[in-house]
């Protein structure tokens, strides 16, 4: 009788073991299993939006400014501003690199544009209000040429910078480092260019 009872004991402890290690491998995996989706959410996110500088922080919202940028006329004889929000920036030299890259992007209506958009901008420094803009060769390389289409690429560029950036009161052309003497042989880009209100369409700023 004894021996009986002391079977039924063993038999139960038994089956309660196997239930306690059925549920702890249970868990076990319950537990693998969710952290392993969120490591995956977590690289997923992270190569979506990649942090800029590599490392992981608190986003930081860019404040925008509403500038405008000058393109020509169908007929290459004006420059008409089209209004567009870049990225503000905190020194000048920079605000006028987000407006040539804006720039050289092309116009978001039917305007046409000053800059061939494969124009590859290498540098830009402003010193004592003259603000250095450093293509690449291409820039020549691309153009149409044309003593228009020459003008519109000098004055979109000049009007854009110094008209949002006021304190740029002139803009010299560089290529590969080297001061310009023409694009295309029309126009002499020896020395810095300042604004040419004359061109803008209802001459406002």
Same mark, same amino acid.
């Not at 992007?105 to 003259?130: A, H, M, Q, S």
């Not at 880009?189 to 803008?200: C, D, H, Q, S, V």
């Given at each position: 009788?004894?021996?009986?009872?002391?079977?039924?004991?063993?038999?139960?402890?038994?089956?309660?073991?196997?239930?306690?290690?059925?549920?702890? $491998?249970?868990?076990?995996?319950?537990?693998?299993?969710?952290?392993?989706?969120?490591?995956?959410?977590?690289?997923?996110?992270? $190569?979506?939006?990649?942090?800029?500088?590599?490392?992981?922080?608190?986003? =930081? @919202?860019?404040?925008?400014?509403?500038?405008?940028? $000058?393109? +020509?006329?169908?007929?290459?004889?004006?420059?008409?501003? !089209?209004?567009?929000? *870049?990225?503000?920036?905190?020194?000048?030299?920079?605000?006028?690199?987000?407006?040539?890259?804006?720039? *050289? %992007?092309?116009?978001?209506?039917?305007?046409?544009?000053?800059?061939? /958009?494969?124009?590859?901008?290498?540098?830009?420094? =402003?010193?004592?209000?003259?603000? $250095?803009?450093?293509? %690449?060769?291409?820039?020549?390389?691309?153009?149409? %040429?044309? +003593?228009?289409? !020459?003008?519109?690429?000098?004055?979109?560029?000049?009007?854009?910078?110094?008209?949002?950036?006021?304190?740029?009161?002139?803009?010299?052309?560089? =290529?590969?480092? +080297?001061?310009? !003497?023409?694009? @295309?042989?029309?126009?002499?880009?020896? /020395?810095?260019?300042?604004?040419?209100?004359?061109?803008?369409?209802?001459?406002?700023?």
């Amino acid at each position: 009788m004894g021996s009986k009872k002391k079977t039924k004991s063993r038999q139960i402890m038994a089956k309660q073991k196997k239930r306690n290690t059925r549920i702890f $491998y249970l868990l076990l995996i319950t537990l693998v299993g969710v952290g392993f989706l969120v490591f995956f959410f977590l690289s997923l996110f992270d $190569y979506i939006y990649p942090p800029a500088d590599g490392r992981r922080g608190p986003v =930081v @919202k860019e404040e925008k400014q509403k500038v405008k940028l $000058y393109f +020509s006329d169908l007929n290459e004889r004006f420059l008409i501003p !089209e209004d567009r929000y *870049i990225t503000k920036r905190k020194s000048p030299g920079d605000n006028v690199k987000e407006l040539v890259v804006a720039l *050289i %992007g092309g116009p978001n209506t039917d305007l046409v544009e000053t800059f061939p /958009k494969e124009t590859d901008l290498r540098k830009v420094n =402003v010193e004592n209000g003259i603000a $250095y803009i450093d293509f %690449g060769r291409n820039l020549i390389d691309l153009h149409p %040429g044309g +003593s228009a289409s !020459e003008m519109m690429t000098i004055y979109s560029l000049t009007n854009t910078i110094t008209i949002n950036v006021p304190s740029v009161k002139k803009v010299k052309l560089l =290529v590969d480092g +080297s001061a310009l !003497e023409t694009i @295309k042989g029309h126009i002499d880009t020896t /020395k810095p260019f300042t604004i040419n209100r004359e061109l803008i369409v209802g001459n406002h700023s």
